[in-house]
């Protein structure tokens, strides 16, 4: 994994992908890895312990990277162990200031104030920052934190919040679901004096996993799977020991799923929870793709050319409906099926802007306004150079490449390694031609 002075290197890489001509010859098995978005929480959590925090199941990702250095930046050590493994111990004490340029690149960066905040009673950060999907504003942080008796005031580009007497309980209503703004309050509601709710909170499988942890280790918190939770907080958490397991990626898991419905003959994915993604494995069904469904596993069975699917329309939502972060690859799915789809993305602006590649590669697609779009195929998709906007566009651009005739080029790859550990060679031993190479400055 790149450190933050490395990144310019990774920004020159790409990959190079030479298409099937919607054939479909993939076959073999994928393993799933543990989930980037319950892990970065994760990571935060352990702030919030008294003891070395073993945390395993984890992806080999830039994200990972990053918040590693976060940590170290504050004084926390972080320890790398086996393949899959970190373990996080807390600083005693510190001058908790985020780095400014990890920030600045990296969402979940804010994920970290709650801990922060709430264990060492002031938080410095810049607005954090990362794909660019559309607007994300931190309002729901900084009203829930005054709420809870923090001050917080902006000097020049850093937020300052401080609660010099430690935060307190309250109640709190989350205007708009929120992952990392329930997260982040979660956090900081377990160290704070008193009973703490929070209404309309994410369901979220990755939060639930975190809240979950966070309970087994000593928190009080009650009502976990619910749109309330109820935190009573107390000191630092000092369960020896402490050992957070990571949830597959559903994320990754709906991806590979696209590309086997795609290009596989038979595509099989591993160590995945199906009920992560039922709201896409049931529009896949009612499009037509054959699926075989176990407790952790699923196997894409193809009899039938991609043209044979039927149109589906998809509407985002906060889970358990469809998610964003699939909106792009099932958008790129779309293109290779019989009919009209109609697309509402419901959670950020900007995230169709990536069509415009898929439509110069051959896409049919009418965007309306930043929320809506009309698919209609099957069309034929030719290989292009394409520019990953964001981590899910970026994996959508792989797929749309495999699926194309001739060679594309994909750029920007450190959007897609911040999401999935090694890409490259996961695809390859299932029979896609790509290589990663490193283009000259």
Known sequence: MATMGAMQAKD??????QGLAGEKSLSGTVHINGSKNAALPAFAAALLFKHPVRLSNIPTIEDIARVSELLEGIGATVEKGKKDEYTVTAPSDTKPELNKDISKRLRASVIFTGPLLARYGEVQFPHPG??????????LFLSAYEAMGARSYLSGETYVLSAPEGLHGAEIFFKNQSVTATEALLMAAVLA?????????????????????????????EGIGSTTLTITGGGVLTKEKPHYHCIPDRIESGSFLILGALSAESLILHDMNPDHIRSLITLLQESGVDLEIEKNSLRVKNGRPSRSYRAVNVKT?????????????????LTQVSGESFIFETVFENRLNYTEDLIRMG????????????????????GR???????????????????A???????????IDRGYERIEERLGPLGVSIRREHLPT
Do not use: M, W
């Open 12 to 17: 020159k890489e790409v990959f190079i992908v």
């Open 130 to 139: 990362g794909c660019v999907i559309g607007p994300r504003p931190i309002d």
């Open 193 to 221: 004096e008193g009973t703490t709710t929070l209404h309309n909170v994410a369901l979220e499988p990755e939060v639930t996993s975190v809240a979950e942890f966070l309970r087994e280790g000593g928190a009080c918190i």
């Open 317 to 333: 939502h906060e889970y358990p409906g469809f998610p964003t972060d699939l909106q792009a690859p099932l958008l790129t799915y």
């Open 363 to 382: 896409a049919n697609i009418k965007v309306f306004n930043p929320h809506q779009a009309i698919v209609t195929g099957p069309t034929p998709l030719k």
């Open 385 to 403: 150079d394409l520019e990953s906007p964001d981590i899910r566009a970026g994996l959508a651009f792989l797929i749309a490449a495999i699926v």
């Open 405 to 415: 005739s001739g060679s594309s080029i994909v750029h920007n790859v450190y959007y």
